[in-house]
């Protein structure tokens, strides 16, 4: 966690292959991310990571159950769709797979968001403010549910926030500003 | 589901699905461009159809042979065994005696068969006798005659040993060739009651006819080809209505020139309608693709999920555009029917509208392709960030270059499939390339100047429509360029269309010679000029024919690889020391500057220099009744010939030609026919000897023939026109989704719907102000390097064209500005934002 401009988005897109550092490597979930091409960063992040993002980034022309389902069709994976319906069930939008993006609250769409992230089981998933658009009752239980899937999926959460509060909820605290990493603490 | 063809096309699926009202938008837009481009094709055709057939009365058929012998019996059992419907003609110079007061006449007299002509009809006063002729022993004479010899119907005319009763005075003649104007006065009788003259004899000096009708364009070719495979040993000539045309010279290959331009103008007007409504399209595609690249997808297939889309658009653009287009050729003649009378043919021409379904159908594909390409390049790290590089600097990609080239060259390909040559396709795309950077660069320019010029204190509608021309990913240089270029192709058109028109009009307008005197001898032409002065006629020319024929070239007799028509024909040349306004000189000079004594310079029409092996420098020998002149070639010269003024194979200098025999031609104005009739019979009184021809008559034909290519030219240039009022406004329209979100910002913090309304007119009208002016130059530029190096005509722009033209486009954009908004500023500025995120 950190104030804005302190580099936490900076240090996730690096983590997750989204960038490429100036110098130093980058290793993540056992692997070295030097030698890899953009193609081989695609696939490692469709094969081993999630992502939950602030503005939510649901694809507006595709249905709620047909966003969920793109992370298991770039897989290649074929029961897509009966596993996105289970997963709409497990964040409690069975009654509203079928509605787009814009007919959902926001709420709505950061739990689709949610389903999308965790439906073919990363290792690592990050989070980027995922309650940052989201009013504090909403985002409550988002959160929460977000953490209750994570501990039953069991994957590794990195979650980017200026929150203290939901920072509070890890194990882990790193604490950045101004580019420089200056706390590391767990709890 | 494996990542392959199935998941792009499942997702390409549904984004269109959903995004169907958008897409079905941009398709309607684009399909605008690809309609113009369909109804151009096929409209270039239907026009040149249409020419054609109103050509077919310079000739009076399909076809004509010519002979200066009758037809043998192997001739006409070949005409007999043709499917097709023919009528015979002889024409013959004779004297015409006229019993009841006329004395005689010279009269070139053509007997045609019940029928004649196919195309055209024989005007007469009073109207309608020429079938009269057919019914008893009649004849027409021309009106000029008629007049200067106070002949009427009824009288007679004795021609050889047969009596004629005057049916009427000839008034129009179809299947009269300019060359003809300055033989005798013509007068028609039937056929079958030639032979009752005994002038057709077996050495007599009659012309032989005879015209066919077709009924199809393939029995034509067929014809002309087994036709012109006799013409050598059959010794006759064969002309066709594409031959006329053709004699017509640069008036019609222009007005054809003008046509293909034009149907080129509306591809690429099409062209940046697709262009523009694409780039909007594409940036809509930026978001999505970032999202798909952060979940993990290949880059290569983002961009194929978008391709498909671009795919379906342009699939669905080419399938509306097709039948716009055709639609737009059926519907256009009779909307443009008060403005352009003329006749054109609505036939479905299949290869211009494969052509333009399928080049359009490319074009938007390759259109969609160039904006998402640098998609595959965008940092996946957007997903996170509004500031990262989304895939922009696309010239460094090397695959936005390849699609760069492969448009432009199917843009060339296209242009060379329309104007068939080469170099001139290859400038299309070239130039189009300098006038967008100059377009750009012109925005720019004025971009950084409004900035430094308008001060803060500006009332606020203006200040925010400035600042609209500034804001980041604002559209002002894509617009500018769209409409930039609009209107340079369309100001191109307009000015070409003024120059063209006014250069025919030059050919058969109120400037020209009304009246020919012919066989004047030398020493009466100062008295006869002096004449036509006295009875107000202005007299225009005086030329000296001098007849000859040629000798030898290169100081050898002539040789049988010289064409039969060059060797054998009388030269009626002349002598000046001047290049005739029908002329202009393409090699050597004239009036030459020094010469040996005994070799005479000569001037030749680079024609006939072709025909005869002779080039600057060579030399000639004329003999000139029984004199042997050597010439040399000191100039060359092309020669307008459709200009109604004698014209000449070979010009020699003063000093040579003056004390042979020969015999001259004035050329005279008149105000009217009353003029003409009187001088006529001034000229018969003083002059017995001088013939005196109507010109109005022969140029009455032709004129009626260019006011129809005038007209055809006009509606050209009033269908680029309206192609490029839609198509710019469907690249205007198309720019509407980047105005939502301001106009419910604007609305969420209060401002009036008038104050949204202004700031839209101010920012839509500078941009076409903008366009207008650069757009304007532009096609000033471009017009007047065509009139002056391909049309080879006086660049004459009319300021009416001008003013018009930028006052249109202005309007246009000004509109399409204030149409924005309308309805939006109805809804809830929320609910704005909700349906733009659909």
């Known amino acids: 966690?950190?104030?804005?401009?302190?580099?936490?988005?900076?240090?996730?897109?690096?983590?997750?292959?989204?960038?490429?550092?100036?110098?130093?490597?980058?290793?993540?979930?056992?692997?070295?991310?030097?030698?890899?091409?953009e193609e081989d960063r695609a696939r490692f992040?469709?094969?081993?990571?999630?992502?939950?993002?602030?503005?939510?980034?649901?694809?507006?022309?595709?249905?709620?159950?047909?966003?969920?389902?793109?992370?298991?069709?770039?897989?290649?994976?074929?029961?897509?769709?009966?596993?996105?319906?289970?997963?709409?069930?497990?964040?409690?939008?069975?009654?509203?797979?079928?509605?787009?993006p814009s007919q959902l609250s926001g709420g709505e769409q950061q739990r689709v968001?949610?389903?999308?992230?965790?439906?073919?089981?990363?290792?690592?998933?990050?989070?980027?403010?995922?309650?940052?658009?989201?009013?504090?009752?909403?985002?409550?239980?988002?959160?929460?549910?977000?953490?209750?899937?994570?501990r039953t999926e069991g994957l590794t959460l990195v979650l980017v926030t200026h929150n203290p509060e939901l920072a509070e909820q890890t194990g882990r605290i790193l604490r950045l500003k101004g580019g420089i990493l200056v706390s590391d603490a767990s709890h | 589901m494996p990542l392959t063809s199935g998941w792009i096309l499942l997702m390409a699926w549904r984004s269109a699905r959903r995004n169907w009202k958008r897409l079905l938008f941009h398709a309607c837009a684009v399909s605008i461009g690809i309609g113009a481009l369909v109804a151009a094709g096929s409209f270039h055709h239907n026009l040149q159809e249409a020419l054609r057939v109103q050509a077919k009365p310079l000739v009076g058929a399909d076809v004509v042979v010519r002979s200066r012998r009758p037809f043998d019996a192997e001739a006409e059992a070949l005409f007999l065994s043709l499917p097709y419907q023919h009528l015979s003609e002889a024409e013959l110079t004779t004297v015409a005696f006229f019993p009841e007061g006329g004395g005689s006449r010279l009269l070139e007299v053509r007997a045609v068969e019940r029928g004649f002509p196919f195309y055209g009809d024989v005007a007469t006063d009073p109207d309608n006798v020429f079938s009269a002729i057919f019914d008893s022993p009649g004849i027409l004479i021309e009106r000029n005659v008629m007049a200067e010899l106070g002949l009427a119907p009824g009288q007679t005319v004795e021609i050889g040993q047969a009596k004629f009763r005057i049916t009427g005075a000839l008034e129009l003649v179809p299947g009269e060739a300019v060359a003809s104007i300055f033989s005798a006065p013509r007068a028609f009788i039937d056929l079958s009651r030639l032979g009752s003259t005994g002038l057709i004899q077996e050495a007599s000096l009659a012309r032989h006819k005879r015209y066919f009708k077709t009924s199809q364009d393939s029995d034509l070719e067929s014809l002309?080809?087994?036709?012109?495979?006799?013409?050598?040993?059959?010794?006759?000539?064969?002309?066709?209505?594409?031959?006329?045309?053709?004699?017509?010279?640069?008036?019609?290959?222009?007005?054809?020139?003008?046509?293909?331009?034009?149907?080129?103008?509306?591809?690429?007007?099409?062209?940046?309608?697709?262009?523009?409504?694409?780039?909007?399209?594409?940036?809509?595609?930026?978001?999505?693709?970032?999202?798909?690249?952060?979940?993990?997808?290949?880059?290569?297939?983002?961009?194929?999920?978008?391709?498909?889309?671009?795919?379906?658009?342009?699939?669905?653009?080419?399938?509306?555009?097709?039948?716009?287009?055709?639609?737009?050729?059926?519907?256009?003649?009779?909307?443009?029917?008060?403005?352009?009378?003329?006749?054109?043919?609505?036939?479905?021409?299949?290869?211009?509208?494969?052509?333009?379904?399928?080049?359009?159908?490319?074009?938007?594909?390759?259109?969609?392709?160039?904006?998402?390409?640098?998609?595959?390049?965008?940092?996946p790290l957007g997903a996170f960030r509004m500031n990262v590089d989304a895939g922009e600097a696309p010239l460094r990609d090397p695959a936005v270059w390849a699609v760069g080239l492969l448009t432009t060259t199917l843009v060339f390909l296209f242009a060379k499939s329309v104007i068939h040559r080469a170099t001139l396709a290859a400038a299309v795309p070239l130039s189009m390339a300098a006038a967008i950077i100059v377009l750009s660069l012109i925005t720019k320019l004025s971009l950084v100047w409004l900035r430094a010029i308008v001060p803060s204190t500006w009332p606020a509608p203006w200040r925010h429509g400035?600042?609209?021309?500034?804001?980041?990913?604002?559209?002002?240089?894509?617009?500018?360029?769209?409409?930039?270029l609009g209107g340079a192709l369309v100001f191109t058109v307009g000015f070409l269309n003024n120059s063209l028109l006014r250069h025919i009009a030059l050919s058969t307008g109120g400037d020209q010679p009304r009246l020919a005197l012919i066989d004047v001898e030398k020493d009466q032409v100062d008295d006869l000029s002096a004449l036509l002065r006295d009875r107000k006629a202005n007299v225009l020319e005086r030329a000296a024919f001098v007849p000859m024929r040629i000798q030898g070239i290169k100081g050898q007799p002539l040789g049988p690889d010289i064409a039969d028509w060059a060797r054998r024909r009388e030269y009626r040349s002349t002598y000046r020391n001047?290049?005739?306004?029908?002329?202009?000189?393409?090699?050597?000079?004239?009036?030459?500057?020094?010469?040996?004594?005994?070799?005479?310079?000569?001037?030749?029409?680079?024609?006939?220099?072709?025909?005869?092996?002779?080039?600057?420098?060579?030399?000639?020998?004329?003999?000139?009744?029984?004199?042997?002149?050597?010439?040399?070639?000191?100039a060359l010269r092309r020669v307008d010939w459709f200009q109604l003024r004698p014209n000449f194979f070979v010009v020699f200098p003063d000093g040579v030609l003056e004390?042979?025999?020969?015999?001259?031609?004035?050329?005279?104005?008149?105000?009217?026919?009353?003029?003409?009739?009187?001088?006529?019979?001034?000229?018969?009184?003083?002059?017995?000897?001088?013939?005196?021809?109507?010109?109005?008559?022969?140029?009455?034909?032709?004129?009626?023939?260019?006011?129809?290519?005038?007209?055809?030219?006009?509606?050209?240039a009033l269908f680029v026109v309206a192609s490029a009022v839609m198509v710019l406004a469907g690249a205007l329209l198309a720019s509407r989704t980047e105005r939502i979100r301001e106009t419910a910002l604007l609305r969420i913090l209060g401002a009036p719907g008038h104050l949204i309304r202004k700031i839209h007119l101010i920012e839509y009208g500078l941009i076409g102000l903008f366009s207008a002016v650069a757009g304007l130059l532009l096609g000033l530029l471009a017009a007047f390097l065509v009139s002056r190096f391909l049309f080879e005509i006086a660049f004459s722009p009319d300021p009416g064209t001008a003013v018009t033209g930028m006052a249109a486009l202005v309007m246009l954009s000004a509109a399409t500005g204030a149409f924005l908004g309308r309805g939006q500023l109805r809804m809830p500025p929320l609910g704005i934002i909700r349906k733009d995120q659909e």
């Open chain 2, 466 to 484: 400035l600042a609209n021309l500034f804001r980041p990913h604002n559209q002002t240089h894509v617009l500018v360029a769209a409409l930039g």
């Open chain 1, 113 to 150: 968001g949610l389903a999308r992230a965790f439906i073919h089981r990363p290792q690592i998933l990050f989070a980027d403010e995922p309650t940052g658009n989201l009013d504090s009752e909403t985002g409550a239980h988002v959160v929460q549910l977000l953490f209750e899937l994570n």
């Open chain 2, 578 to 634: 001047f290049v005739a306004p029908s002329e202009h000189l393409v090699a050597g000079a004239w009036p030459p500057g020094s010469s040996r004594n005994d070799v005479v310079p000569v001037s030749i029409e680079e024609g006939i220099a072709e025909d005869l092996g002779v080039s600057l420098g060579d030399e000639l020998a004329f003999n000139v009744q029984g004199t042997v002149i050597r010439a040399a070639v000191t």
């Open chain 2, 659 to 716: 004390e042979a025999p020969q015999f001259h031609v004035i050329l005279a104005n008149a105000a009217s026919t009353e003029q003409i009739g009187t001088i006529q019979r001034a000229v018969r009184a003083a002059f017995p000897n001088v013939s005196t021809v109507d010109l109005g008559m022969v140029l009455e034909t032709l004129r009626r023939y260019f006011d129809k290519v005038a007209l055809a030219l006009n509606f050209m």
């Open chain 2, 224 to 379: 002309v080809s087994l036709l012109r495979s006799k013409e050598e040993s059959a010794q006759w000539g064969v002309s066709t209505v594409a031959d006329r045309q053709r004699s017509l010279g640069k008036r019609l290959e222009n007005a054809d020139r003008f046509l293909k331009m034009a149907s080129l103008v509306a591809l690429l007007l099409g062209g940046i309608g697709v262009a523009c409504i694409l780039y909007v399209y594409a940036r809509e595609k930026r978001d999505a693709a970032v999202t798909l690249r952060c979940l993990g997808a290949p880059a290569r297939r983002t961009l194929a999920v978008f391709a498909t889309e671009g795919l379906f658009l342009g699939a669905a653009a080419s399938v509306l555009g097709g039948a716009l287009g055709l639609g737009l050729q059926a519907a256009l003649p009779s909307l443009l029917d008060h403005f352009v009378r003329i006749d054109i043919p609505f036939f479905i021409a299949w290869s211009s509208l494969i052509k333009g379904i399928v080049v359009g159908f490319t074009l938007t594909f390759l259109f969609a392709l160039l904006p998402l390409l640098p998609l595959r390049r965008a940092s």
């Open chain 1, 45 to 100: 992040r469709r094969e081993s990571l999630g992502f939950v993002f602030q503005n939510f980034r649901l694809l507006p022309t595709l249905t709620a159950k047909e966003n969920v389902m793109v992370p298991l069709e770039l897989l290649g994976q074929r029961s897509a769709g009966s596993r996105a319906e289970e997963w709409l069930e497990r964040v409690g939008l069975k009654d509203r797979m079928n509605h787009f």
């Open chain 1, 1 to 37: 966690m950190g104030p804005s401009g302190s580099g936490k988005t900076t240090l996730l897109g690096l983590c997750a292959g989204l960038d490429r550092p100036d110098g130093g490597t980058v290793r993540i979930a056992g692997q070295a991310m030097d030698g890899f091409t």
